[in-house]
């Protein structure tokens, strides 16, 4: 009888990693063919959307803030039309000498004419139903009480017809309802991101599952907890690049698509709403952080599974 | 051969329950030298098993102390255990073949699970199954073996690391005379290279095909050691005699 075949001294055991192609083989990989993949694109997908959503807002609550922290608007409410034309002179030659403004800017008759169509129709008849002369009015800072109460003094003399606001309250409502966008779009993508954390864990545990007795075995030949949570790890890091990708594209696909739509509203505080390119890069690191998230918890799982075999 | 082999498999006053069932290994005591070849025998149900898997490092003992290769398994910490399991063959009784990966694949495992690298173990692998008569199933999946392929797949899995010491449960369960006899020259060839052999089996016919080889018998989980080697042991035994 022939002798049995001889082990060289190249297939010397030790404790050599186990990785690349050959380890992958120990899972049965289902890839797009298995929930897992679809699973992640649609987390990932909800989250881009989610944040992109938030960065949105928050893009518009800034550019809408910036633009009328330091805005007052000067009404002068006099039915008289002379007396009125008289009042909005005084009124800005007032405020043109005080030191924190910056700019005075009268709106046109049209442009008022323009914004009251709606209610009063076209060519109304300025002596029926006057209408108050507006001066938007821009200071060097931001529109602080005690700025306003001494230019409602100025106004006071020069035409006491005017009222002064700062536009900053009256969008006031708008801002706080955006703040609760803001913070609910957060709250959104920390809920998806510990969602596709659960979803994840549940994968990682039902292929551990199904493929205890391939573990026991590789557990049995001298295989590490590290070697077998690195193979359950490079599946699911796997699937979670396609099922990221994929949800990127969609999540992408949707926000450009609704970002189109609200450029076409036409309103200004809307268009502040862009997303720029930092937004995009942010947006771009959802689904590296979901693929990280997800072999994290694969690895954690596997492990602590492995921890109670001796 | 290392010193740390040189010290062989010691257990002492060993016992073994699941849960709160009664023990299922009760006070076994005994020394495997290295380089012997050793018999399990024992009626179904009376502990072979529950003790291959004390040897094999699947299971820890109830109490009692067991040293494996001049080494403490019992206070070991835990992270150890994998190098000591690459020392060590086990042909499972019931294969335990990775369904999914080919009789090649199969076999390669624990070079592979070892960091072997691929260009060094395709022809020992290659050679492993030719030896066992399965030249021309390499590419076959466990599901399209017979019984008998898939367990000299498993003995081939377990015999191509040339491990210090081999556990069969049952090797030749599920073969013809004359494979069951061709591969107890494969345990014996390795034994004369230095392995440490023990096979289960409850087949006494098998017994006497290995002269030289030590019986340990139990009987309800109790070894009885008939001819007394475990105690006695023929120090000269084995080890490439």
Redesign the interface.
């Known amino acids: 009888?022939?002798?049995?075949?001889?082990?060289?001294d190249?297939?010397?055991?030790?404790?050599?990693?186990?990785r690349g192609e050959?380890?992958a083989?120990?899972v049965?990989q289902a890839r797009l063919a298995g929930p897992m993949p679809w699973v992640i694109a649609i987390m990932i997908a909800l989250t881009v959307v989610a944040v992109a959503g938030g960065l949105a807002l928050n893009n518009m609550a800034d550019s809408a803030r910036a633009e009328i922290a330091g805005g007052v608007t000067v009404q002068i409410m006099e039915p008289s039309l002379t007396m009125r034309e008289r009042q909005v002179l005084a009124a800005e030659a007032a405020l043109a000498e005080d030191p924190v403004v910056a700019s005075i800017r009268r709106v046109p008759d049209e442009e008022l004419d323009a914004l009251l169509e709606p209610w009063l129709g076209v060519g109304s008849d300025n002596e029926a139903v006057p209408v108050p002369a507006l001066i938007d009015v821009r200071l060097r800072e931001d529109a602080k009480e005690d700025t306003l109460n001494r230019l409602r003094g100025v106004l006071a003399t020069a035409a006491p017809a005017a009222r002064l606001d700062a536009q900053s309250s009256w969008l006031g409502p708008v801002f706080s309802a955006i703040q609760s966008l803001k913070w609910l779009a957060a709250a959104l993508a920390i809920l998806l991101g510990i969602t596709s954390a659960a979803a994840v864990w549940l994968a990682a545990r039902s292929a551990l599952g199904t493929n205890q007795?391939?573990i026991?075995?590789?557990?049995?030949?001298?295989?590490?907890?590290r070697?077998i949570a690195r193979i359950f790890e490079r599946s699911i890091g796997f699937d979670a690049t396609l099922g990221g990708a994929v949800g990127l594209a969609i999540g992408a696909g949707v926000v450009a698509v609704l970002g189109r739509q609200f450029v076409a509203l036409g309103s200004g505080m809307v268009a502040g709403g862009g997303l720029g390119w930092l937004d995009w890069l942010l947006i771009a690191l959802i689904p590296i952080a979901g693929v990280l998230v997800a072999m994290l918890t694969a690895r954690l799982t596997v492990l602590s599974s492995l921890?109670r075999m001796? | 051969m290392n010193d740390a082999q040189g010290e062989g498999v010691t257990f002492d006053n060993v016992g073994l329950r699941y849960g709160t069932d009664r023990e299922v290994l009760r006070d076994v005591s005994f020394t495997l030298f290295p380089g012997s070849f050793y018999f399990l025998t024992g009626a179904s149900g009376a502990g072979k098993t529950s003790l291959l898997k004390l040897l094999y490092l699947a299971q820890r003992p109830s109490r009692g102390a067991i040293r494996m290769f001049g080494t403490d398994i019992i206070t070991m910490p835990r992270k150890r255990l994998p190098a000591f399991r690459r020392r060590l063959g086990v042909v499972f009784q019931d294969f335990r073949l990775v369904p999914h990966l080919s009789a090649f694949d199969n076999v390669a495992l624990p070079l592979r699970v070892s960091g072997v690298r691929e260009d060094d173990l395709r022809k020992p692998v290659s050679d492993m199954l030719d030896w066992v008569g399965l030249s021309d199933r390499m590419d076959a999946h466990p599901a399209t073996l017979s019984g008998g392929e898939q367990q000299r797949v498993a003995i081939a899995r377990a015999v191509i690391g040339r491990p210090d010491m081999l556990v069969a449960d049952e090797p030749t369960g599920n073969v013809d005379p004359e494979m069951a006899l061709k591969l107890l020259r494969l345990f014996e060839s390795l034994n004369r290279l230095g392995t440490t052999v023990v096979v289960a089996t409850h087949d006494v016919h098998l017994l006497k095909k290995v002269p030289e080889s030590l019986i340990m018998r139990l009987d309800k989980g109790k070894l009885s050691d008939p001819t007394g080697a475990l105690r006695y042991p023929p120090r000269a035994s084995g080890g490439g005699s």
Request: proline residues 11%.
């Open positions: 009888m022939k002798k049995p075949p001889a082990i060289k190249s297939t010397a055991r030790g404790l050599n990693p186990f050959q380890a083989q120990l049965p007795d391939t026991e075995v590789v557990h049995l030949l001298g295989g590490t907890d070697q921890r001796l």
